[in-house]
C-alpha cells in the first residue's frame, strides 16, 4: 500500500511539472517584449548582476529572503505551486505524515554510539515458522506446493503412502465396529433386563464389553491422530477412505519457506519436509566473545542497542536491527556467547543461513547534534535537510555531516537542536523542488 502511494505520488508530481513548464512556455512567449535598442536605457552591469542573482542557489540564501521573494505571478514565490521549487521550498501536507508517506523528526543530542564489530549467521525465526514433518517412515506420493507459494491452515502440502498408518487405520476401523456392536448388544440386553428376561450378569458382563470396545475404539484413534491424521479426518474414515496414504497439511497460514519432498522418495522422521511461515522479520545470531560480554550486557541493561547487518549479496545496503536476547550459556569450544538481533526483513532480501557482518553500537562518553540518516539528501556535492519553517511549508537547507553511527547522522553544521525535520520520505520532497534539473523545469 505504501509503495502505492509513493508511485502515485511521484507520478503526480511529474505531470504537475510538465504541466507547469507548458504552462510558463506559453506566458513567456505571449510576454515576449521586442529587441532592446541597441543604446539600451539598463544600467552598465545590470545583466551581469541579474544572472549572478539566477545562478546562487537557495542553500546560500537566507531563509527570510527566501520566502519574502515574490514570482512572475505576483505571488510570494513558496506560496506558488508553480514556483515554489525555485526558493528550495515543497509543501507538505498533514495526510501526507498521517498516512506515513512521509516523518518527521526533529534534531537531537545523542551520545555518539561506537560499533562493536561481530559476525553471526541469519535464522529464521522460530516464533514465525512452522517444520512439517511425517510421524512414521513412508514413500511421498505427492507434492501439492512448491518454495514460494502462499498456503493457508489446513491446505494439503504432500501425500504419505505409509504401510503403518494403513495398519492402524485396519485397527481403528475393526475396533469402531467392535464398539457399535458391544453398544447395540447393551442396548438389547437393557430392554430384556427390564423384562426380568435377563440375569445381571449379562447385563453387566455385556457393559464391561462396551467398556473394553470404547478403550480399544480410542487407543487405535489415539495411533492415528499419533500418526498425523486429524481427529475429525479419523472419524470420519471408511473401507475406501482407508488407504494407509498421509495428507500433510498446513499447520498454519503462510509462505512455503522450504521444501524438501520429492516424489518416490522415502519420508523420514527426522527431517522436516516441508517449513511454512513468514520470513518478514528475521533472527540474526552472533557471536559475542567473552571480552565483550559485560560491556554489552550492563548497555543492553540501560537501553535496547541497535545494530546493522550487512550481507555479501547486498554489499551497499545495510539492514538495521535491535538486540533481543543474550544467551545465558557459553560455548567452551569458542568462549563465545549467541547474542540474538531482530531484523525486519520486508523485502525479503535476508536469506536464512547467509553469513552477517554486524556492527553493534554500544554507547559512547560523545555526544554530538543528530538527525536521522534518511533525513539527509544531497545535490551536486551539497548534503541538506529539509526543515519545516512555516505551517506545511518546508524548505531546504544545507548541513555539513559527520560521524554515522546506528541509523544516525552527525551534523556539525546546520540546523539548530529541537527544530523540525522531514526524516523518512524526504526523497519524495527533494524530487520535487530539484524538477527543474530532471527535465522537468523551465527554462528563461
Known amino acids: 500500500m505504501r509503495e502505492t502511494i509513493l508511485n502515485t505520488v511521484l507520478a503526480a508530481l511529474a505531470a504537475f511539472s510538465v504541466a507547469s513548464c507548458s504552462g510558463k512556455g506559453e506566458r513567456h512567449e505571449a510576454q515576449a517584449e521586442p529587441p532592446r535598442a541597441l543604446h539600451s536605457e539598463e544600467e552598465p552591469g545590470a545583466h551581469e548582476e541579474h544572472a549572478a542573482e539566477e545562478e546562487t542557489s537557495d542553500l546560500d540564501r537566507p531563509v527570510d529572503e527566501l520566502f519574502a521573494a515574490t514570482c512572475e505571478h505576483g505571488k510570494k514565490t513558496h506560496e506558488c505551486d508553480e514556483c515554489r521549487y525555485e526558493v528550495g521550498v515543497v509543501k507538505a501536507p498533514a495526510d501526507l505524515f498521517e498516512g506515513g508517506l512521509l516523518r518527521s523528526a526533529t534534531v537531537e543530542k545523542r551520545r555518539v554510539e561506537v560499533p562493536l564489530l561481530l559476525t553471526g549467521e541469519v535464522q529464521f525465526d522460530e516464533r514465525r515458522v512452522v517444520h512439517v514433518s511425517s510421524q512414521a517412515e513412508g514413500i511421498i506420493h505427492k507434492v501439492h506446493a512448491t518454495v514460494g507459494d502462499r498456503v493457508q491452515r489446513g491446505q494439503p502440502l504432500v501425500e504419505i503412502d505409509i504401510v503403518e498408518l494403513g495398519e492402524a487405520q485396519a485397527a481403528y476401523l475393526e475396533a469402531r465396529g467392535m464398539l457399535g456392536l458391544a453398544r447395540r448388544n447393551l442396548e438389547r440386553l437393557e430392554m430384556l433386563r427390564q423384562e426380568g428376561i435377563v440375569s445381571e450378569r449379562e447385563?453387566?458382563?455385556?457393559?464391561?464389553?462396551?467398556?473394553?470396545?470404547?478403550?480399544?475404539?480410542?487407543?487405535a484413534l489415539g495411533k492415528l491422530t499419533r500418526l498425523?491424521?486429524?481427529?475429525?479426518?479419523?472419524?470420519?474414515?471408511?473401507?475406501?477412505?482407508?488407504?494407509?496414504?498421509?495428507?500433510?497439511?498446513?499447520?498454519?497460514?503462510?509462505?512455503?519457506?522450504?521444501?524438501?519432498?520429492?516424489?518416490?522418495?522415502?519420508?523420514?522422521?527426522?527431517?522436516?519436509?516441508?517449513?511454512v511461515g513468514d520470513n518478514a522479520a528475521l533472527w540474526v545470531w552472533a557471536d559475542l566473545y567473552e571480552r565483550d560480554l559485560s560491556t554489552v550486557t550492563r548497555a543492553q541493561a540501560r537501553q535496547?542497542?541497535?545494530?546493522?547487518?550487512?550481507?555479501r549479496a547486498y554489499p551497499d545496503e545495510e539492514f538495521p536491527g535491535t538486540v533481543d536476547f543474550i544467551s545465558p550459556s557459553m560455548n567452551t569450544a569458542s568462549r563465545t556467547v549467541k547474542l540474538r538481533i531482530a531484523v525486519d526483513n520486508p523485502a525479503g532480501k535476508l536469506v536464512a543461513g547467509m553469513f552477517a557482518n554486524i556492527k553493534l553500537f554500544l554507547p559512547g562518553e560523545d555526544q554530538a547534534t543528530v538527525v536521522p540518516r534518511d533525513a539527509v539528501l544531497e545535490d551536486e556535492g551539497r548534503a541538506f535537510v529539509f526543515i519545516r519553517q512555516q505551517g506545511e511549508y518546508f524548505v531546504r537547507r544545507e548541513v555539513e555531516p559527520g560521524r554515522a553511527f546506528a541509523g544516525w547522522l552527525e551534523i556539525t553544521a546546520g540546523p539548530d537542536v529541537g527544530q523540525e525535520i522531514v526524516a523518512d520520505g524526504a526523497f519524495i520532497l527533494k524530487s520535487d523542488v530539484l524538477r527543474s534539473k530532471m527535465g522537468a523545469g523551465c527554462a528563461d
Open 203 to 219: 447385563y453387566f458382563q455385556a457393559q464391561q464389553e462396551l467398556e473394553a470396545a470404547e478403550i480399544r475404539s480410542g487407543g
Open 228 to 275: 498425523g491424521m486429524a481427529e475429525s479426518e479419523a472419524r470420519s474414515l471408511t473401507q475406501e477412505t482407508a488407504t494407509g496414504r498421509l495428507v500433510l497439511r498446513a499447520p498454519a497460514s503462510g509462505r512455503v519457506l522450504e521444501m524438501h519432498a520429492v516424489p518416490g522418495e522415502v519420508a523420514k522422521t527426522e527431517a522436516p519436509l516441508v517449513t
Open 304 to 311: 535496547s542497542l541497535s545494530v546493522l547487518v550487512s550481507v
